[in-house]
């Protein structure tokens, strides 16, 4: 049972409520009198996405990822009385990851295991509630994850563990269409919310630790119909053998004993993983689609992949009408120490390398680097100071141990940036947490975890994380707070001079986005790791993120949604 | 030996209850299967011995896993490999089903304070509620790990560490980095959870 435990006493006049009986067991539908009654979500409405300070439409803000949310009501000069204005708690109590999508009032939230609520954004009460059956068989690593739905037209889509795509109803959370995107007895899952675009809804997938074939695909947003499949791993996966890293820094590959194993064993594309699991960004004007690819599967031994295994770690960008391969970047070739790409790239001009402005792209790795790219060809244009502690890079895993910063936990993870295009500023949150890498080459076991070793938390050593501000026009570090724990989750930067983001510990906080002074904060009462987003109804501003704790992290667990605003 | 016999005896019994069944084909009659896997892993869920696991409420498709390896020989058991080797993958998704929908019987294995110490530390080196969730029940091919039999746990998480079991190469790797005590120290702490 869902409940609203809090509310704005007095926002809403009663309005009629008529409970009606959904055609699907899973789904509920109730009708009543809604702000504007408006569902439907143009294309243009999700091209304006940036300038929109009513909705939140996309998973990232819009198409760019900038997480940069427009509107100023709340304010560095104001944050000090934001307060809740209510919290609504799901049956689920596992990990949150959760974006709330704001259409006209109307705002979706999914929990871990796939279930999606309708709210009412103006009082966290329930409109409707679609819980997927998920099947016997499901797939996933680091957690029962999902990430939220994309919005398109009177359709909301979401991703499920079982490797589906759902279009559900908007108005009344009914199934439109299903579709199975790929078989999860072979490691195949979804946790990403889907990118809706032109009549498209874009969707990677998960199991990178699964030896599955990596994917990016398009499905058509009103029947559901495949319309393109681009493999992550080219047939040839090997490359040009690169020894360095996008920094420079050696990688002690054995190329010699890389060649012979590729002649023994031919090419390992088939196994070889490269998820993708964060929303692409789309460059409407060049027409493109860019993504990140996750680890080679697998993660810690190589000795079973010879070659650069392309596209993993890389960023990559395609057509978005075909797509067809248009460029990539390869940040770490031959990966052993799941250092992979994960955060979602993000668009905005940037300074080049010849001091012109230029389209740019920027990506935060879990090496603790923001990337700056030109994205006409994908090149690298800088690289930022290290947000984290970086020792022994890049020292083998072995049998026993080594002990190498980043861990894999480390850097920036899945958690999405945040870019302020005036203060020219990029926002991330990272992960400290020592490990030791260790390597046991077993074959593939068939769809089971196959990590080719472990990863081990060094639990003598400290951790920590921090909230870093990167120029990203010369990759200096403009100011960094750290934390307690290691961060992971996402942040939003606002127009009003702010930062939002959430801790493990329940703390959500609001920074000046200038100086990085915390000017705000909450205790949510389990973990705030989910991306916070926020919408204006009423001519009232809010800012909501879901408080769920996370798996992966083992930080607190809970259930809610809080909505947070200034009093009247 | 003698579970074989039984299951040669339980063949010729057939039953006319209807089972619930994963199969998307025709549901196979598992009843006198039923029987067999009784003699060991009980009637009501409680096993016969300590160290035979609890499989009453466990999840359903790493049931469904274990019985394939079990038949494909990736794990090793003298009772259990005889016993599956002539099961279908539908009888074997049939069995799986049945007993996950079965209730985890009640238990009430002893915790010990220092076990526990120790084994807190383990599981956060290993971070074992990524995949095992935060109540430890798992999900899909992750299996409940929490209030099983101790005994069952600390010989398999060593013949997992030892690769005497081999249908799991990432918990292999992961315990080969643990002394054996915190190993012993975990078995404890999760069966008492």
């Known amino acids: ?71 100023r009501q709340i304010n ?38 796939d279930h999606v609520f309708a709210l009412d954004a103006r009082t966290g009460e329930q409109l409707w509630n679609y819980k997927h059956n998920l099947g016997p068989v499901a797939t996933f690593c680091c957690g029962p994850n999902n990430r939220g739905v994309a919005v398109y037209n009177n359709m909301v889509y979401l991703g499920t563990l079982d490797a589906k795509l759902v279009a559900l109803d908007a108005k009344t959370g009914k199934v439109v269409w299903e579709q199975k995107i790929a078989d999860p007895e072979l490691g195949y899952s979804e946790t990403m919310a889907p990118t809706a675009v032109n009549g498209k809804i874009l969707i990677g997938t998960n199991g990178g ?30 490359g040009a053998w690169t020894t360095h890293d996008a920094t420079g820094r050696d990688m002690h590959r054995d190329i010699s004993a890389e060649k012979a194993a590729l002649q023994k064993s031919g090419d390992p594309y088939k196994t070889l993983g490269g998820g993708v699991w964060q929303n692409p960004a789309v460059d409407l004007a060049l027409n493109r689609i860019y993504f990140v690819v996750g680890n080679p599967s697998p993660d810690l031994d190589g000795a079973l992949r010879p070659g650069d295994n392309l596209y993993t770690d890389s960023l990559v960008s395609l057509d978005l009408d075909t797509g067809k391969y248009v460029c990539h970047f390869q940040y770490i070739a031959h990966d052993v120490w799941d250092l992979d ?56 895993p072995t049998k026993d141990g080594a002990r190498m910063l980043p861990g894999a936990n480390g850097g920036v993870e899945w958690s999405p940036m945040a870019v302020d295009p005036n203060l020219k500023l990029t926002y991330a949150i990272n992960l400290h947490q020592p490990m030791t890498y260790h390597v046991l080459s077993t074959p593939y076991p068939e769809g089971k975890l196959w990590l080719g070793g472990a990863f081990k938390v060094i639990p003598t050593e ?4 921090n909230v870093t501000a990167v120029d990203y026009n010369t990759g200096k570090i403009r100011w960094q707070v750290k934390t307690e724990q290691p961060m992971i989750g996402g942040i939003l930067a606002t127009a009003g001079g702010l930062v939002f983001t959430g801790e493990g510990n329940g703390l959500f906080k609001a920074y000046d986005s200038e100086t990085g002074s915390v000017l705000w904060h909450f205790q949510s009462g389990a973990g705030v790791n989910a991306p916070p987003s926020s919408y204006t109804v009423d001519g009232k501003q809010y800012i909501v993120v879901a408080a769920g704790g996370n798996t992966q992290l083992n930080y607190k667990r809970g259930n809610s949604i809080i909505a947070f605003t200034l009093p009247e | 030996m003698s579970r074989l016999s039984v299951f040669k005896v339980a063949g010729f019994i057939t039953l006319a209850t209807a089972v619930p069944t994963l199969a998307q084909t025709a549901t196979p009659d598992i009843s006198d299967k039923l029987q067999l896997c009784a003699t060991c892993h009980g009637e ?30 990736r794990r090793a058991n ?90 799991a190469p990432a918990k292999t790797a992961l315990f080969s980095t643990y002394p054996d005590d915190e190993l012993k120290a975990l078995a404890v702490y999760l069966s008492s959870r």
């Open chain 2, 78 to 167: 003298e009772t259990m490999n005889p016993i599956v080797a002539d099961l279908s993958k539908e009888e074997m998704q049939a069995l799986a089903k049945h007993f996950s929908e079965q209730p985890w019987p009640a238990t009430s294995f002893p915790s010990d304070d220092a076990a526990d110490r120790k084994a807190q530390d383990a599981m956060t080196a290993g971070a074992c509620t990524s995949c095992h969730l935060g109540d430890l029940h798992g999900k899909s091919a992750i299996p409940r790990i929490a209030d099983q039999q101790p005994v069952y746990l600390e010989k398999t998480i060593l013949e997992l560490k030892n690769n005497v079991r081999q249908n």
């Open chain 1, 462 to 465: 400290e951790q920590w994380g």
């Open chain 1, 341 to 396: 790409s994960v955060s979602p790239p993000v668009l905005t001009d940037v300074v080049g390398k010849d001091g012109k402005v230029i389209p740019g792209l920027l990506h935060a790795g879990k090496t603790g680097h923001v990337y700056v790219h030109d994205r006409r060809d994908c090149s690298l244009v800088r690289f930022s100071e290290a947000m984290v502690p970086q020792e022994n890079m890049w020292t083998l």
């Open chain 1, 76 to 113: 560095a000069s104001n944050v000090q009385k934001l307060r809740p204005a209510w919290i609504f708690q799901t049956d689920v109590v596992e990990t949150m990851e959760t974006t709330p999508i704001v259409v006209n009032g109307v705002m979706y939230v999914t929990t871990a295991f």
């Open chain 1, 209 to 238: 630790e699964f030896g599955i074939r990596g994917f990016v695909k398009a499905y058509d947003a009103k029947t559901g119909n495949l319309l393109w499949t681009f493999n992550t791993i080219p047939e040839n996966s090997v």
């Open chain 1, 1 to 71: 049972m869902s409940r609203r435990i809090g509310s704005l006493s007095g926002v809403i006049a009663a309005a009629a409520v008529v409970l009606a009986v959904a055609g699907s067991a899973q789904a509920q539908e109730q009708v009543k009198t809604l702000y504007g009654d408006m569902y439907a979500v143009t294309q243009d409405m999700l091209n304006r996405s940036e300038g929109d300070g009513n909705n939140f439409l996309h998973t990232n803000g819009n198409y760019n990822q900038t997480r940069f949310y427009p509107a």
């Open chain 2, 44 to 73: 009501a869920g409680t096993p016969a011995k300590p160290e035979i696991p609890i499989i009453w409420g466990q999840n359903e498709y790493y049931i469904y896993v274990e019985l394939r390896d079990f038949k494909a020989g």
